[in-house]
């Protein structure tokens, strides 16, 4: 099967099964998703759900939150991973958004990249989800599942190459789809230390490219 063959297969896969995939992160304005997304990193979806009801209702907006302490946001998030830093990047990312946005959540790299706390995967995320626009966040789940099913060659070893490598494959209107089948794929399925092969409905087609794997990439 040629890479061009296991791109049209996989994709066709997940249009059948997973039509109208979403985030499963919980928010109610781009601001929200902004802070969801900052609070997912290294962290799973179901603890942030958790504990963003609580400091939404609390700091809803940039404004709000931009009023707060590290330590009033603290006690909101301590119990994600690295609440410390994560609490001083929302604080001075919301201030940053006053200052600077007037409290709105840009809507492009550039300029979300400039924001404390935001790297180009959480904007990338932010543009894909929100804005609606053909971006693709690579993560852990993402990185590690296009290596295993054989859509990316081992020359992209970082998430910046299979981020490149992945646009230029998978059709435009499929990208921001892309992101969460290949997310929750890894999530559910394709899992990291024990990956459930045997409930894989690609596993007849996947490569299995694991650590020490021989096979040709």
């Not at 099967?1 to 995939?21: C, G, K, Q």
């Not at 600077?100 to 959480?122: A, I, N, Q």
Request: charged share 25%.
């Amino acid at each position: 099967m040629t890479r061009e063959e296991r791109y049209s297969y996989i994709l066709n896969y997940f249009r059948e099964t997973l039509p109208n995939v979403a985030t499963e992160l919980h928010f109610g304005s781009a601001f929200q998703l902004l802070v969801a997304t900052l609070l997912s990193a290294q962290c799973t979806d179901k603890r942030i759900n958790e504990v963003t009801p609580e400091l939404f209702r609390h700091y809803p907006d940039a404004r709000t939150m931009a009023t707060a302490t590290v330590e009033d946001i603290l006690e909101y998030v301590k119990s994600v991973s690295y609440p410390n830093a994560k609490s001083k990047h929302l604080l001075e990312m919301s201030q940053k958004l006053v200052t600077d946005y007037d409290g709105v959540v840009p809507s492009t790299t550039e300029e979300l990249t400039t924001l404390p706390g935001v790297g180009r995967k959480t904007a990338n995320v932010v543009q894909s989800v929100w804005f609606g626009k053909p971006t693709l966040a690579v993560d852990t789940h993402v990185f590690r599942v296009s290596h295993r099913l054989g859509l990316v060659p081992h020359t992209a070893n970082t998430p910046s190459k299979v981020e490149d490598y992945l646009m230029k494959n998978i059709p435009v209107e499929d990208v921001a789809k892309a992101h969460h089948w290949l997310l929750l794929h890894g999530r559910y399925v394709c899992k990291s230390a024990k990956p459930e092969c045997g409930k894989c409905a690609l596993a007849d087609i996947c490569p299995k490219i694991m650590k020490n794997s021989k096979l040709e990439r």
